[in-house]
């Protein structure tokens, strides 16, 4: 059965309740909260995701780059509290403040460790279309696989045709999270082809139109193929993007 995911930021405690408000208000086919981890804001992942539990399943991200090797798992009893039984597990980027501290651990290690330590979770890793070749990419996915992931959160689509691709290339039965998000100015635009070197079709337009039709095929793409989807509301009203979607 298809699970639809909404990725929110937690900024504030107050701002995420919310969007979680308003996804319950008017989103009745979101299930699960995706919630990214930035050490900046003092609502890490784990924090987030217990406003959205019960009513969602939860699923914080976890950056391998902040586990400290030699002490405990910091998000262990936060997850087991309000019973969270998913994560993402991500590299994660180095911090912009660097005081900051960060480990040399990369995701296939925080992988091992985690389904190690919390055998209980179900591990997801991720997938980033734009950051090498196909090959490669294979390569990497496969490897956490080994590591004990049981599946995927893409980097946002913009292309149906680039999803059928990476489709093909993952085992059966691994589970895939395909993800969308809104890019509605040219600044935007901008920034996911420079910073992320995203892909995007010859007739994207960086409206909310273009942006709720693709999101509409892309639910549609991953239910026809028994599998998940969720949505980054980058910068635009959570409801305003995918109101009457899902």
């Not at 009513?55 to 009893?77: S, T």
Request: proline share 7%; with cysteine.
């Amino acid at each position: 059965m298809t699970r639809v995911s909404i990725e929110l930021v937690p900024r504030s405690r107050s701002g995420l309740r919310a969007e979680l408000a308003a996804v319950a208000e008017h989103l009745p086919g979101a299930d699960t909260i995706n919630i990214p981890d930035f050490p900046r804001f003092s609502t890490r992942s784990w924090h987030g995701c217990a406003f959205a539990r019960p009513r969602y399943r939860a699923i914080p991200h976890i950056r391998a780059v902040d586990l400290n090797p030699h002490e405990p798992l910091p998000m262990a009893a936060q997850l087991n509290e309000h019973g969270i039984d998913e994560v993402i597990v991500i590299t994660g980027d180095a911090p912009s403040d660097m005081r900051a501290r960060v480990y040399n651990v990369d995701a296939e290690q925080a992988i091992r460790r985690i389904r190690r330590e919390l055998p209980h979770l179900k591990v997801y890793a991720g997938l980033d279309p734009y950051r090498q070749s196909l090959a490669r990419e294979q390569d990497y996915l496969e490897r956490k696989l080994e590591a004990g992931a049981c599946g995927f959160f893409t980097q946002p689509f913009f292309d149906l045709r680039l999803m059928d691709t990476y489709a093909d290339l993952l085992p059966e039965g691994v589970e895939v999270w395909w993800g969308a998000t809104s890019v509605t100015s040219e600044g935007s635009l901008g920034y996911w082809r420079t910073r992320n070197h995203a892909v995007f079709p010859r007739q994207f337009q960086p409206t909310l139109e273009w942006n709720r039709r693709f999101a509409a095929e892309l639910l549609t793409f991953a239910r026809e193929r028994g599998q998940h989807a969720y949505f980054m509301p980058i910068k635009a009203d959570v409801v305003e993007y995918l109101g009457g979607i899902v």
